[in-house]
Each structure stands twice: as structure tokens, then as C-alpha cells.
């Protein structure tokens, strides 16, 4: 069990608008500042599986890109105009609460050569303020890693699903939708490239050990 508090401060983000069909060339930034206060349990009923809970209350405030190395960008708020987002003065708080069960069979977690790991996620924020960004969202995402017999090489296969549910004239503001993008998902891609309410990702991929360290 524990408890935390956080500021943070995202000084460039990019986002590009929702859905797949959103365009390169609106490619935009902005800051993100967030005062994040809760606190978190882990249960486990045997070492491979974790049962995770969190409670928390944050508050976003979304501000014009800044920082010292800044590009030439424009500021979402100008691309964006009509996005609920910006219909609002300033973004509400809301309190998180999350429920996820992982099992992981990885031998080596850091840099796996057999087993998996598999998750499971709820999560409900509720707009304190506002009363306009209430919404649930829910993930499930599998991984796993086999050694090829007589080889240092191994396969990975990857698996995520996130899904948002928000009732009638609910919205899930763009900084808190899931995105792909960047080394960890669409390698192909800058990071953010896509936001959306909902994604689905596969990939597979082969690790092949250069040198013994």
C-alpha cells in the first residue's frame, strides 16, 4: 500500500486530432500540467499474479506549448478550435479510480526470453467540475516471448486493446484518449501520432542478441 503526490509538467505534446484519418499537417503541440494526489494497493494471491487499485484526484491544466527548445508547431487550441476541450475557461478536476489483475511469466522482465505477460484494466474518471468528461475505459493487452530452440533469437507477439465508454453528451478530452505512436507501439510513427477513444494494436517482432552482454 502507498500514497503519492505529483506535479507534472509536459512542456511539448503533440496531437494531430482524433481518429485515423487525421492529417499530418495538423500536427500541433501543447502543455499538459497536472497535480495528481491518490493512493494505491497491490494484492497478490500467488507471485505470478497481481491484483492493482488506485484512487486518485487529479487536476489538468492545459496551456499554449512552452520550454526552451520549442518548434515551430502551432498551438492546438488554434487548430482545434471547436474541440470540447477548448470549449472550456479551464479543465475540470476528476477523481480516477482503477481496478487491473496482471499475470506475468516473463523470466527475465526487463529483457524477456520466455513466458508472457497478460493485464487486464477498468478505470471510471468522473469530471468534478465541469460535468462534461465522464467516462470509463477499459484495456486488455498480452505479450509473449518464446526462445527459437538452438538460438539466441527470440519472437514477441504483441497484443492491446483500449476501449472508452462515455454516455450521451459525454466526451473523453483528447489528452486523456489512448494514442499510438513512437517506439513503444507504431514504430513508424512520431509518439502521438494517432489518438482515438478506442484502439486496437498487433505486432510481432524478433530479438536477436548481438553480443553476450
Keep these: 500500500m502507498g500514497a503519492q503526490a505529483r506535479w507534472q509538467d509536459f512542456k511539448q505534446t503533440d496531437y494531430f486530432g482524433d481518429g485515423p484519418d487525421s492529417l499530418a499537417a495538423n500536427r500541433s503541440q501543447y502543455r499538459v500540467q497536472s497535480r495528481i494526489v491518490g493512493g494505491y494497493a497491490t ?3 500467488i507471485r505470478t499474479v497481481a491484483i492493482d487499485l488506485q484512487l486518485g484526484y487529479l487536476r489538468p491544466t492545459i496551456l499554449a506549448p512552452g520550454g526552451a527548445f520549442q518548434r515551430s508547431f502551432p ?4 487548430v482545434f478550435i471547436g474541440d ?3 470549449s472550456l475557461a479551464e479543465q475540470p478536476s476528476f477523481l480516477h479510480q482503477e481496478l487491473s489483475i496482471t499475470s506475468d511469466t516473463r523470466d527475465f522482465p526487463g ?3 520466455d513466458g508472457g505477460v497478460y493485464r487486464a484494466v477498468f478505470a471510471a474518471y468522473s469530471d468534478r467540475g465541469a ?3 465522464n467516462f470509463k475505459r477499459y484495456e486488455a493487452e498480452a505479450a509473449r516471448f518464446t526462445r527459437l530452440p538452438g538460438t539466441g533469437v527470440v519472437l514477441a507477439v504483441r497484443g492491446w486493446l483500449a476501449a472508452s465508454d462515455a454516455a450521451d453528451r459525454q466526451n473523453v478530452p483528447f489528452y486523456f484518449e489512448p494514442s499510438l505512436g513512437g517506439a513503444n507501439s507504431l514504430r513508424g510513427y512520431t509518439g502521438y501520432r494517432f489518438h482515438d477513444r478506442n484502439l486496437l494494436l498487433v505486432d510481432a517482432g524478433g530479438r536477436v542478441p548481438v553480443m553476450a552482454h
Excluded at 498551438?75 to 488554434?78: E, I
Aim: charged content about 20%.
Design 111 to 113: 529483457y524477456p526470453t
Design 131 to 133: 460535468g462534461v468528461f
Design 75 to 78: 498551438n492546438a487550441r488554434d
Design 43 to 45: 494484492i497478490r494471491p
Design 84 to 86: 470540447p476541450v477548448y
